[in-house]
Structures are given as structure tokens and as C-alpha cells.
């Protein structure tokens, strides 16, 4: 006599099990909440009953169900729409469409089911997973519901799959063919039987396991099942029954009273198969919502071949040599899901916030922050470093890892550097999509900065030809008999301390407040932008029009980099954040002290970054370095790129960007080349565009000894934070072994936890290898990251702090205008912020004439502007102007388009 496999005992256990474990994976998430959609097309009495079932069991669980109902006379077209928007719903981790469906329409079932994402298909249908699962690709593969319920129940039998013989009654693409592709990939020997089978009972009289889902009553006879069977039973069939009040009874597709007699073990019916394919939907349904919030393993990257030549060709050949891969195949090869990823082509792509709240319960990454010491002005491959070491820690040690670079400028790129990707075999690609402004995100910023500078004035000039009352009117206008305020516009009320929100109740005093800005002209901070070079934008006069009725006044344009919305993008934390950052830059004063904000007049948004270091702080986005840090997970690397040398990028990298970030560094690497170290030992001048003198390209051991000064300071300036500094020897073809082995040398004598040699310019990420190992050393040691001074210090304190403790100034004099301006920020209750120095790159000093190690000199603070939004004050020392110049001969002579093969070329 047969036990009884009991499915409603079994999904019991299984709904129990799954309670808790996603009670569990909530301590680690607090957001995680699994959904389900269940479209159901028309009203069949059965599919209520069904979904009816479904939606309490989920609910039991902590399943988010929900019953999308569409009616009877539903298109196809509303159907599939449907299905889309379940597609794209973050919320919904998987998807099941009630079959059969219920229409008075002609509508392709499957076709339906191939509209559902395959990752959110947790009825298993998809032509993917059902392609999957018959190849055996089952870790990738959803399974079908109820062949998995019955797996489950064969399982709890006791009995092992494998090495047993198997016979499937019944072929169906929702039971029959998955049950066999399932019993088959556990082992067991399978024959699919249909109702072409000749000599069905003897096939079946063969079974060790006996799955039937044919859907015909009572189909299969006692004496057809082999003593000592498995039988599962997935029929369920109405057949009539006198001595039942409905006068009808439910029986499965094999005859249960005559089958237990021969069988080990049977599922009954009902109580059967059914409770088991409710208990897998939701089952699936966690481990989809899991698979999005989960743990990142490694990742299943496939490396591109790099064929390096020799000679390296320019960067430009070489970017255009390699084919990059498809960025939605890259993006599913880092676990990104579909719906986080917005394709901008084929080869880039922009990545969803939502990232971070499903990834939030997983542990960051290893931090790692490039800087440099101080470059000579042809740079000395921090970029390409940054690269080399991304592909090395990928390649040969085999680590998740994400490099994370700034966007580049059209100042640099058509002024001296000609492009900013890298170089060499370390380079980003597509190099002339990335150098000519990627997906527009720098011409957003110059778009949204330019509105608002475009508002300051004129709002100043309506403000000067109009009465109260007049402003009040076009300010808040009447709106078919009504009149509102606009959001900001009761955050001004509020700043103002009006608390009235009906346009009609203030008084004309309140209006005054309201419509009148006043700003003191003097006082306006905030400058239109553009993404060129150009010298002559520096100081320019609007408002010359003959329509502005004598509104002109002296300003200026900065490169677009410099902007504070780059800074405030680069520095935000989520949109959120964003917004408030936004809303509260400072674009001058009042003419009674107060400061006036952007929300005052109304906020410009946009949306990646890209700010200088000499000019802003140099870094890319803290979401950026985030979204990375967790889709590496615990055991991989982000590499961000801080610009300039250490004194500049590095020192805000740590006192700006950490701050705002919460991050703690694991490890900087310190670019260092000969040829920048010899010109700090006294070398001639290096300038962009002109040979290279012989004291750079033939051995020079003194000079170069000399220069390391420089580098010695650079490791101490790192040091003092507390974190590890590895120093990358940025290795040209034209140094000598001794030069570099002294480099190394002096280096781990002088506070450097190791000294690598790199050769990856032109060899790629195998020339970074040692660099890689060397990093991942570093990054396993204690991180004791500190910053350098305390914010609540005095603005002038902390100037001098950074002054003296990086720069080894002897102290700073801070002229008339910046000590007026510093003195204004101070009463407007600025002062708690950190400070983000304007100065040259080419010397630790603000003079770019004092190389190597300068000493005795005093930094001057010629003007202070303050970054409200971004969370700065802004020094600018010396000479340092914020719209660099073009040179005599800039980069873009060389830069065209060949109209033939319609490629860019001169890049470099």
C-alpha cells in the first residue's frame, strides 16, 4: 500500500522555509519586498479560484502580489502593453499570465508569454528558459512551477532520481516537456509517452517514476503502475459523482484507488501537485527578487584579445584597432539587469540609480584612488594608469573591478591633451565617442548653468521696470480664476517666514519680501559657461542691447567644468540630494547681506561628471564610485582617477569627496615618471608640442635624484591621511633601467608601502600586473584614513592648513577681496565647509615656475567665491584664472574627419 506524498504538506514546509528566509535577506535589506504580477484575461470561475489561492499563500509569505484583471474583450495589443509595463516596473520580480486565457479575441498565448521579461517568467513558459532548460543551462534557467513541485515531492519521497528509469505521460509545454528535461538533467533515464504511444501500459509498466499529465479522468489503470513506484499525478478532472452535493467530483489522470495499491508513494487529488505549484511560483518569485537584490559572485566577463604592436601605434589606431564589445553584453556580464541600464548605441550606456537600492544590503569593494606627482604639462598617464590598472586587476588576478574616470572637456581635449581617455593599450573605447563628449552630459550642465545665469539677469531687469504689484501678478499668475505658489515658491516664503499659502492673503509688505530680490551686483557669484578654452571670455560686458534699458554690467565665462552643478553631480548622493544641493547655491547677495539662492529663482536640472582639479575638485561622481563599489561586491576593486597631482586631486578626494561620500579609501597609487622628476631636479622647460630636450630622453641620474624631492613630498602629503600609498613608475621607452630602479628605490625609503614599475602604455594591463598585485597587498592592509583638519576651524585655518601641511607654503596672506568675501560667508553661516584651493598644477606651490620641493613662500589668496550647493569654499590663489586660454597651436589643427571612412582621426 502506498504512503501519501502529500502536497499540501509538503508546500507548507516549503512556505514556511521561504518566510523565513525572506524575514532573513530583509536584515541585510530593509527595502527587499519580492513582487508578483498575475494577469488574469477574463473571469473564469476556475481562475478565481486560482489566483485567488496564489494572491493568500503570497501574502502568508511576504510575496507583493498583485491581480492585473483585464477583461473579456481585451486585445492583444492591451494584453502585450500590459505585460510591458510589468516588464519595466522595478517593484515586479516576476510575472505570470493566467492561462488559458478567457477572451473573446484571438489572442497568440505565446507570444504573450515571450513578452515577459525571461528573468521575471517565474511560470518558467519563455521560449529562453524553456530553451535553457532543455540544453541543461539550469543555473541560469527559471523553472517551470509545476514540474518543479513535482521534482520537490519525488525528492521528499526519498527516493534518488538518479540512475532510475522515468516515464512522463504526456508532452504539454508547461508540464510534460520540462518534467522530462528536469528528471533528465537529475539523471534518471526518461521516456516521454503522448497519445501516439504504441503499447502505452507496457512502457509505463517500466517506471521507477511515474510522472502523468495527460488530462483524461482516471486514465492510467492499477495494474499499469510497477510495485514499488513513484506515481505523481498532475491531472485534475471533474467527473460526476451522485453522492456529492454539486453532484461532481475531482479526480487526477490515474485511477488512485487501484494505483496505491502498487505504488511506494502517490500525490493525491486534489492535495496533490496543486499546493506544490503554488509554493514554486512563490519560490521563484524570492529567488528572482534575491537574484536583483543579491550578493555579487564573479562575474562571467569575457576578455576582449589585446594584440599589442611594437612600435605602439598613436592612441588613436590603437582605440580604433580593437572592436568593443556590445554594452548590453557587457552590462549582463556585470550582473546589471536590463531594466538598470539605459543604451545610449551600442557601445555606451547610462546606469540607473536604482542600482544602489538593489544592491544596498551588499558590502563594498575595495576603494582605490590614482593620483599623481606633479605633472609636467604633458601629463604623465594618471589616466592611463587608472586603466592599466583596472585591466591588470581584471585580467590577471582575475577581480571585478570598475575603473571610474571623468568625462573630458573640449578645453584639454581641442587645447593640449587632445583626448583624456588613456593611452596607449590602457585606454577607453570608443576613444572618440568618450574625448567628444560621450552622452552630452557636459553640454547638459553648460545648458542648465547658463539658464540660471540667464534668469539673474533677468530677473534683476524686471526688477528694476516694474512695480510690486506688477511682479506679483506675472510672478504668481492667475490661472483660470485661481492663483498658487509653485513649490519653490513656498520654500521662499518659508525662508522668508511668511507662512501664509494663498497668493491673495499677504499683506504689501509681504509682497516686497516676496518679488524683490535686490541683489547687490557686486556680489553675484555665479558666471555663464562653455566647454572651450577661450582667453578672451575672461571679462566680458552684458546687457548691451537696446532692449535692456542700461541693464549692463561686467562678468565673465568659465570653462564648464568649473561649474558648480559639475561639482554638485560629481559630489551628490542620489537625486534627492541633488535636488537640495540645487537649490541651495548662492548666486550673490542681497543688498542687505542675505544671500539669494538658485531656488529663489526657480532650479535648473540636468544630469556626468567631469570638473578640473586645478579649477574645481577633480573627481568623478560619488555615485559613480558607489554603483561600482557594489556591483564588484566584497572582493573586487573600484579604481577612481583623482586629477592632477596629489596636492590637488588627491588632498580634495579626500577632504571633499569623502566627506560628502561616507567612503573610506583603501589604498592610493601615486603616478610617477622620470621625465616629470627630472624636471623638478632643475630640468629645462617641457612644453606641449615641441621636442622633448636631451635630458629627458638620454640617462640622467643626478638630475632625476634631485627631482624625487617632489615625490617624497607627494607620498608624505598621502601618508598623512593615514591610508597606504603604492607608487606607479610610469615607465617611458626612453628611460633607462637605472633611472627607474632608483625611482623605486628612493620611493620605499621614503614612506611608499611598495614601488612597481609599469610598462602597461604599451603592453596594456599584463604591464600592470605587478602593480595589481602590489595594490591588492595594500588594499589588505588596516585602512587608518583621517582627514586633515577639522571643518568647524576658520575658513582662514583651514586655507593655511592645506597650505602649509601640503603645499609646505610658510603661511598665506589673504588680500582685501578675499578677506571681504571670506568675512560675508562667514556671517551668511558658511564657514562649516571644506575648502576646495584654485591653483596651478604644475607646482606644489601656486607659482608654476617653482618645481621639485619649493620652500619659504607665502601663498596669497587673491579671491574666495563660495560652492553653497556643492558644499564648498572655493579659494583661488595667485595667478589662477577659471577659463584657461588656448595655446599658439592648439590640438584641433590636427583634429578632423575622414569623409570616407567617416572615422575620426588626430585624436591623441
Known amino acids: 500500500m502506498a504512503n501519501i506524498l502529500s502536497g499540501k504538506d509538503v508546500s507548507e514546509e516549503i512556505r514556511g522555509r521561504l518566510k523565513a528566509d525572506i524575514e532573513s535577506f530583509k536584515q541585510n535589506a530593509p527595502n527587499f519586498l519580492p513582487g508578483l504580477a498575475i494577469v488574469q484575461v477574463g473571469g473564469r470561475e476556475d481562475s478565481n479560484v486560482y489566483i485567488g489561492q496564489k494572491l493568500k499563500n503570497a501574502a502568508a509569505v511576504g510575496v507583493n502580489a498583485s491581480h492585473v484583471k483585464l477583461s473579456q474583450t481585451a486585445s492583444q495589443t492591451e494584453v502585450l502593453e500590459t505585460v510591458e509595463k510589468l516588464n519595466n516596473d522595478p517593484s515586479v520580480h516576476g510575472i505570470i499570465v493566467q492561462l488559458p486565457l478567457d477572451t473573446v479575441n484571438d489572442i497568440d498565448a505565446h507570444l504573450v508569454t515571450n513578452t515577459i521579461k525571461p528573468e521575471k517568467d517565474v511560470d518558467g513558459l519563455h521560449e529562453s ?28 519521497s526519498g527516493v534518488s532520481v538518479a540512475g532510475k528509469t522515468a516515464v512522463v505521460l504526456g508532452r504539454s509545454k508547461i508540464v510534460g516537456s520540462p518534467m522530462a528535461d528536469l528528471l533528465k538533467w537529475n539523471h534518471a533515464t526518461v521516456t516521454v509517452c503522448h497519445s501516439k504511444t504504441q503499447n502505452l501500459p507496457e512502457i509505463v509498466r517500466t517506471a521507477d517514476i511515474l510522472v502523468v499529465a495527460i488530462g483524461k479522468a482516471e486514465f492510467v489503470k492499477g495494474d499499469w503502475v510497477k510495485p514499488g513506484a513513484v506515481v505523481i499525478d498532475c491531472g485534475i478532472n471533474s467527473i460526476p459523482d451522485a453522492t456529492k452535493k454539486s453532484g461532481k467530483r475531482l479526480v487526477g489522470d490515474v485511477a488512485f484507488e487501484e494505483a496505491k495499491a502498487a505504488a511506494s508513494w502517490i500525490t493525491p487529488v486534489p492535495g496533490g501537485v496543486g499546493p506544490m505549484t503554488v509554493a514554486m511560483l512563490l519560490q521563484n518569485t524570492f529567488e528572482q527578487a534575491k537574484r536583483k537584490y543579491g550578493a555579487t559572485g564573479a562575474w562571467k566577463l569575457q576578455l576582449l584579445p589585446l594584440n599589442c604592436k611594437t612600435p605602439v601605434p598613436s592612441d588613436l589606431e590603437v582605440a580604433q584597432s580593437q572592436i568593443p564589445k556590445n554594452v548590453e553584453l557587457l ?3 556585470v550582473d546589471l539587469l536590463p531594466e538598470e541600464v539605459d ?32 605633472p609636467t604639462p604633458l601629463g604623465e598617464g594618471k589616466s592611463t594608469t587608472t586603466i592599466g590598472l583596472a585591466q591588470a586587476l581584471g585580467a590577471a588576478l582575475k577581480k571585478n573591478v570598475f575603473a571610474c574616470v571623468r568625462q573630458p572637456s573640449q578645453g584639454p581635449t581641442f587645447g593640449i591633451k587632445g583626448g583624456a581617455a588613456g593611452g596607449g593599450y590602457s585606454q577607453v573605447i570608443p576613444m572618440e565617442e568618450f574625448n567628444l563628449h560621450l552622452t552630452g552630459d557636459i553640454h547638459a550642465i553648460t545648458a542648465a548653468n547658463n539658464l540660471l545665469a540667464a534668469q539673474i539677469e533677468a530677473r534683476m531687469f524686471h526688477e528694476s521696470t516694474q512695480k510690486d504689484e506688477d511682479l506679483y501678478r506675472r510672478l504668481v499668475p492667475d490661472s483660470k480664476g485661481k492663483r498658487a505658489f509653485s513649490k519653490i515658491q513656498l520654500k521662499r516664503l518659508q525662508k522668508l517666514g511668511i507662512t501664509k499659502t494663498n497668493p491673495n492673503e499677504l499683506t504689501p509688505e509681504e509682497i516686497n519680501k516676496f518679488v524683490r530680490l535686490d541683489l547687490d551686483v557686486a556680489t553675484i557669484t555665479w558666471q555663464r559657461v562653455m566647454d572651450t578654452n577661450d582667453r578672451f571670455l575672461r571679462k566680458i560686458t552684458v546687457g548691451q542691447g537696446p532692449l535692456e534699458k542700461g541693464h549692463t554690467r561686467e562678468c565673465q565665462f568659465d570653462i564648464a567644468v568649473a561649474s558648480e552643478i559639475m561639482a554638485i553631480l560629481a559630489l551628490t548622493t542620489g537625486l534627492q540630494d541633488m535636488r537640495e544641493r540645487l537649490g541651495k547655491m548662492v548666486v550673490g547677495t542681497s543688498k542687505a547681506g542675505v544671500p539669494v539662492t538658485a531656488d529663489d529663482l526657480g532650479t535648473p536640472v540636468f544630469v556626468h561628471a567631469g570638473p578640473f582639479a586645478n579649477i574645481a575638485h577633480g573627481n568623478s561622481s560619488i555615485i559613480a564610485d558607489k554603483i561600482g563599489l557594489k556591483l564588484v561586491g566584497e572582493n573586487g576593486f573600484v579604481v577612481t582617477e583623482a586629477g592632477f597631482g596629489a596636492d590637488i586631486g588627491m588632498e580634495k578626494f579626500f577632504n571633499i569627496k569623502c566627506r560628502a561620500s561616507g567612503l573610506v579609501p583603501n589604498a592610493v597609487v601615486l603616478v610617477a615618471t622620470v621625465r616629470a622628476l627630472k624636471m623638478h631636479g632643475g630640468g629645462p622647460t617641457v612644453t606641449a608640442g615641441v621636442p622633448l630636450p636631451k635630458a629627458y630622453t638620454e640617462e640622467n641620474l643626478e638630475l632625476l635624484e634631485k627631482g624625487c624631492a617632489n615625490l617624497r613630498k607627494q607620498i608624505e602629503n598621502a601618508n598623512k591621511f593615514g591610508v597606504p600609498v603604492v607608487v606607479a613608475i610610469n615607465s617611458f621607452v626612453t628611460d633607462s633601467l637605472a633611472e ?16 612597481v614599475i609599469c610598462s602597461h602604455w604599451a603592453n596594456g594591463g599584463a604591464g600592470a600586473a605587478d602593480l595589481a598585485n602590489a595594490v591588492e597587498a595594500a588594499t589588505s592592509q588596516p585602512s587608518n584614513f583621517k582627514f586633515l583638519y577639522d571643518v568647524k576651524l576658520t575658513i582662514e585655518e ?4 592645506i597650505c602649509k601641511e601640503i603645499y609646505g607654503a610658510d603661511g598665506i596672506e589673504i588680500l582685501p577681496l578675499a578677506q571681504e568675501q ?9 564657514n562649516d565647509l571644506p575648502i576646495c584651493m ?10 608654476p615656475a617653482k618645481k621639485g620641493e619649493p620652500k619659504g613662500f607665502v601663498v596669497p589668496i587673491r579671491e574666495v567665491r563660495a560652492s553653497i550647493g556643492a558644499g564648498f569654499i572655493f579659494p583661488l590663489l595667485g595667478t589662477m584664472t577659471t577659463m584657461p586660454g588656448l595655446p599658439t597651436r592648439p590640438c584641433f589643427y590636427d583634429i578632423d574627419i575622414d569623409p570616407e571612412t567617416e572615422e575620426i582621426v588626430g585624436l591623441s
Not at 129 to 137: I, Q
Not at 838 to 847: C, G, I, P, R, V
Open 343 to 374: 543604451l545610449y548605441g551600442k557601445k555606451k550606456a547610462k546606469v540607473s540609480l536604482g542600482v544602489l537600492k538593489r544592491l544596498q544590503g551588499q558590502k563594498d569593494g575595495r576603494y582605490i584612488v590614482v593620483t599623481g606627482i606633479t
Open 822 to 830: 571670506i568675512d560675508r560667508y562667514k556671517s551668511q553661516g558658511f
Open 331 to 333: 552590462a549582463k556580464e
Open 740 to 755: 627607474v630602479e632608483l625611482v623605486k628605490s628612493f620611493a620605499k625609503k621614503n614612506g611608499a608601502y611598495d614601488a
Open 838 to 847: 584654485a591653483k596651478t598644477h604644475l607646482s606644489l606651490s601656486h607659482d
Open 798 to 801: 583651514k586655507i593655511e592648513t
Open 129 to 156: 528558459n524553456a530553451g535553457k532548460l532543455a540544453r541543461g543551462d539550469l543555473e541560469g534557467c527559471i523553472f517551470p512551477c509545476t514540474p518543479r513541485g513535482c521534482l520537490e515531492l519525488i525528492k521528499k
